[in-house]
């Protein structure tokens, strides 16, 4: 990528940071949303010369870079550069705080780690990191997490502590900075790699972790969870790890060097974390000059300008293609780049000239290790937004150096080939060659996509057929390399890399491209690349005869230059293609695909059991070895968040209410007068101090019960569900009409982002099970914790006035709105991601209510659920219901159960609900009248 223009205003001049950046700074604007998103000014705009300007690539190179690469304009919030002035502007009872005066510059380290200038990442957001979004408490939050990014970065040899900030953050923003921290380190954005002096946390209690594959994904995992304090077995089918990074000695003749075979470049260093992981090492990085010559048929050197000419069309042509999608919209998703480019291309080109374009085609196609043909017009560069940025980089010594130190301290057991993965709600069992059997509470699985589109592994029970088909949409295509080590180095020094051109258009990729590993390889090593449709055909080509076809390129290159080739000391040919372990190189977004199916192969199955990562998991950065690298530290702390979950329910579990009675009527009667109230959920919770109270607890209700309504189409907030109009008839016939009252403890603060969800009770209850993995529960399963809650509740409300008590309530008397204080406000709408189309998550759990989906509706409009519905009385009073079914008829199931103490909530007394004995043929008659395309597949127990 050619570096940003010159500018006498550049503001970063410290050599510490790794942004080179020209900078503008926008004038003030008064009127500007706070919350607003980054966007791209327009460009009439007086303000067009104060803004800051990024340098991003317009089109991801792995060859030569183009030389036309655009830059995208960001506007960075005032808040940022110059909290002083926005607290004046503001009409706000808080203020801005002051950490430094390098905001700016912090606040463009922060987004190389892709976070923007000035919203809250839909991660942080679903982490609720701060109560507020969108005002004065996200500006803080985001000064705090910027200067703690910085700091990381200056010193990313020992880590930073949350102490190296008590003194420059305010007293009153404790909370942020805990919220920053915490973040920041559990999600992998400080405090990662090789640091020397962390001290692993106590296993003892943790869960034990199996990650299936040793490439830098399973890696990066493995060592984030060790630091976590989680044991963690590595299971590696090859004989060594590192996976596509593979660095290989080569030696003979006296000569000794190390070659990449796999992935060799860092593509860009801003914010790269292996850049980063290089620096912890005092590995220095080598920067790939931008100079490529090309040489024709002839061996002699292109014009340059005929060059130049052809390299401006050719991006011009990917211009039109990209107008072309925007007007054809849908319609493009079925078409494919190459398809697109052939619409545009001209005849009347000379051979030469043809021979060049060939050359971009397949400079382009090795970028995306796929045909033109087969890549998708309208995503197949869906990451640019995302680039690093930065120079394109080599490793002296290989990248496997890298491998070698985030191997160390871990368990790896090697020859290890996995063949099943069997999850559910008590873990997972992974079979390997030879039956050898390893059981664990969680597995993460990296293996390539190329492995998982072959089917090699097993899943049990089968994965939902929402990633199944997102396995089959995406693209997983093919690079190759020739390693040669000469006896010396006869190409010269001053490049990095050099292209030859072709007359064939179907061998424009064979050995288009030189990379020169003389100046990192510690040898003469020469590395020939394969692209495009030669890639596949080089999977059979005898090694001999490439070597005889690369000579005869070198020699017609050199010769006449009177410079002799010799004979290769070794040379080394890859087929990844064939290799068990990988059968490609790396993915792309195929005709048909698009980034969202990145996203799907990334999402978790079987309650948190079952993990993935892997650069075809990584929308941003797929494609990559950053990618890959931050795809592991992603998965550690998704996998960290649902063991808490689970800790945290099985503490409930085993420490049930010991006064349930006493317990029932004083929460029915608390329940009166709740704290807070919002579809079928209702809330109480203790008064604290603004310090404590969003981590205080609460007790949360909720009530299925009411008249049966009909769902109008569309997600309308509050509207009754399916499933739920399902329960409430069946509880109806249960106890003519009798309310059906669950309960959770929460924190404060995921209640009232629960209050927030859009969809109603539905996306609430969702919302519940995967984000939150709340159990709902009856009384007698809250447990003690819950116990000291309602004490504590009970006897401030005892001093309340009484025109709030509930005996005001009973007699009438309604409570005013400001009598329910509610200092929290939510501003931003939660989106969440499920792992099929069923309304409720996947989510296996015993006893409570519970919502499970696996599966989908394999493309139709209207889910099909076979439903199994059962009745049993359960001793201490209670009714468990429970529907079972698989949407489409697809693998997996949805299961929902309710656990209900029946009780009179007045009185607290405990009774058992007796199904009436025609319970079997009525409930049959409530699921065909009431539920469309639903099918019975079971009996009642």
């Not at 507020?132 to 703690?148: D, K, T």
């Not at 061998?507 to 020939?528: K, M, N, Q, W």
């Amino acid at each position: 990528m050619n570096p940003p223009n010159e500018n006498p205003h550049q503001i970063l001049s410290n050599t510490n940071s790794p942004l080179q950046f020209t900078i503008h700074l926008p004038q003030s604007d008064p009127n500007s949303n706070p919350n607003s998103s980054i966007s791209n000014p327009n460009p009439n705009s007086s303000n067009v010369n104060h803004v800051l300007s990024l340098g991003i690539p317009g089109k991801r190179r792995r060859g030569r870079p183009s030389s036309s690469s655009t830059n995208q304009v960001f506007n960075l919030p005032t808040s940022l550069q110059n909290p002083n002035q926005e607290a004046s502007v503001l009409d706000v009872s808080d203020e801005i705080i002051v950490i430094n005066k390098e905001s700016t510059s912090e606040a463009l380290l922060a987004l190389t780690a892709g976070f923007p200038a000035d919203i809250l990442t839909e991660e942080e957001i679903d982490a609720g990191v701060v109560s507020v979004i969108g005002g004065i408490e996200q500006i803080n939050y985001i000064l705090i997490r910027n200067h703690i990014i910085a700091k990381w970065r200056e010193n990313v040899f020992t880590g930073v502590t949350k102490e190296m900030f008590l003194n420059v953050v305010p007293s009153h923003c404790t909370k942020l900075l805990d919220s920053a921290y915490n973040y920041l380190v559990s999600h992998g954005y400080i405090n990662f790699g090789v640091i020397k002096d962390r001290v692993p946390v106590e296993t003892s209690g943790k869960s034990n972790v199996i990650v299936i594959g040793a490439g830098l994904s399973g890696l990066a995992a493995a060592r984030q969870l060790i630091s976590f304090g989680y044991k963690v077995t590595v299971l590696e089918g090859r004989k060594r790890p590192g996976g596509r990074v593979y660095t290989k000695k080569m030696e003979g003749g006296n000569r000794v060097a190390a070659a990449d075979l796999g992935g060799s470049v860092l593509t860009g260093t801003h914010g790269n974390p292996l850049g980063i992981l290089a620096r912890q090492l005092s590995y220095p990085l080598h920067k790939i000059r931008d100079k490529c010559p090309i040489y024709g048929l002839d061996g002699q050197p292109v014009n340059a300008e005929v060059d130049a000419k052809i390299e401006v069309a050719f991006n011009q042509l990917l211009d039109k293609a990209s107008k072309l999608r925007q007007l054809m919209g849908e319609v493009s998703q079925d078409v494919s780049l190459g398809a697109a480019l052939d619409t545009f291309c001209e005849e009347t080109v000379n051979p030469e000239e043809m021979s060049l374009f060939n050359w971009h085609v397949a400079n382009l196609e090795y970028a995306n290790a796929s045909l033109l043909s087969r890549l998708s017009l309208a995503f197949w560069d869906q990451d640019d937004p995302y680039d690093m940025g930065g120079a394109h980089c080599f490793l002296p010594g290989g990248n496997g150096r890298l491998v070698q130190a985030l191997a160390e301290n871990v368990t790896i057991l090697y020859e290890k080939t996995v063949q099943m993965i069997r999850y559910g709600s008590d873990g997972v069992q992974v079979v390997v060659n030879g039956g050898q059997v390893f059981e664990g509470d969680v597995a993460l699985c990296t293996v390539p996509l190329g492995v998982l589109k072959s089917g090699s592994i097993k899943f049990n029970p089968e994965l939902p057929q929402r990633k199944l088909d997102g396995i089959k949409r995406l693209g997983f295509g093919l690079l190759n390399k020739v390693a040669m080590l000469f006896s010396h180095n006869f190409w010269g020094t001053d490049t990095d890399m050099f292209g030859h051109l072709s007359d064939d258009p179907r061998r424009r990729g064979e050995f288009f491209l030189f990379y020169s590993y003389a100046t990192v390889a510690g040898g003469p090593v020469l590395i020939a690349m394969v692209a495009g449709e030669a890639a596949h055909s080089f999977e059979s080509m005898p090694p001999t005869d490439a070597v005889t076809r690369i000579l005869q390129i070198l020699r017609g290159i050199y010769e006449p230059q009177g410079i002799e080739v010799p004979e290769p000391i070794q040379t080394i040919c890859t087929r990844w293609g064939s290799d068990p372990f990988c059968l490609g190189s790396y993915s792309n977004v195929a005709v048909g695909s698009s980034g969202d199916d990145y996203d799907i192969l990334a999402e978790s199955v079987g309650d948190g059991r079952l993990f993935f990562a892997g650069e075809a998991t990584t929308k941003r950065y797929p494609a990559t070895m950053h990618g890959a690298f931050l795809s592991g530290l992603r998965e550690a702390a998704n996998i960290a968040h649902y063991a808490s979950n689970r800790a945290l329910r099985a503490k409930l579990e085993k420490n049930p209410s010991k006064n349930a009675h006493a317990c029932a009527s004083l929460l029915a009667d608390l329940f009166r007068d709740p704290d807070l109230e919002f579809g079928s959920f209702s809330v109480i919770y203790p008064k604290k101090n603004a310090q404590e109270e969003e981590k205080s607890m609460a007790i949360l209700r909720v009530v299925f019960s009411g008249p049966v309504k009909k769902g109008n189409e569309g997600c309308v907030p509050d509207q009754p569900h399916s499933n739920k109009l399902l329960f409430q008839q069946l509880q109806s016939h249960f106890n003519q009409q009798q309310e059906v009252h669950v309960y959770s403890l929460l924190l404060k603060e995921q209640v009232f982002e629960l209050r927030e969800v859009k969809g109603g009770d539905e996306m609430r209850l969702n919302y519940l099970c995967e984000k939150l993995g709340v159990k709902l529960v009856g009384r007698k399963g809250l447990g003690p914790a819950a116990d000291a809650v309602i004490s504590s509740i009970k006897a401030e409300r005892s001093k309340r006035k009484p025109a709030l008590t509930s005996s005001g309530l009973k007699s009438g008397i309604s409570k005013p709105k400001s009598a329910v204080k509610q200092k929290l406000v939510r501003k931003a709408k939660i989106l969440r991601k499920n792992n099929s189309s069923s309304p409720f998550p996947p989510v296996n759990r015993e006893g409570g209510v519970v919502a499970e989906a696996a599966g989908n509706n394999n493309g139709s409009s209207t889910p099909q659920i076979n439903q199994e519905v059962e009745a049993n009385k359960v001793a201490g009073g209670s009714v468990s219901v429970a529907a079972n079914g698989s949407p489409g008829g697809g693998g997996g199931g949805s299961v929902i159960k309710f656990v209900v103490n029946g009780s009179n909530e007045s009185t607290g007394s405990e009774s058992i609900i007796e199904p009436p004995p025609n319970l079997v043929d009525k409930i049959r008659n409530i699921i065909s009248s009431n539920t469309p395309n639903v099918q019975l597949d079971g009996e009642m127990k």
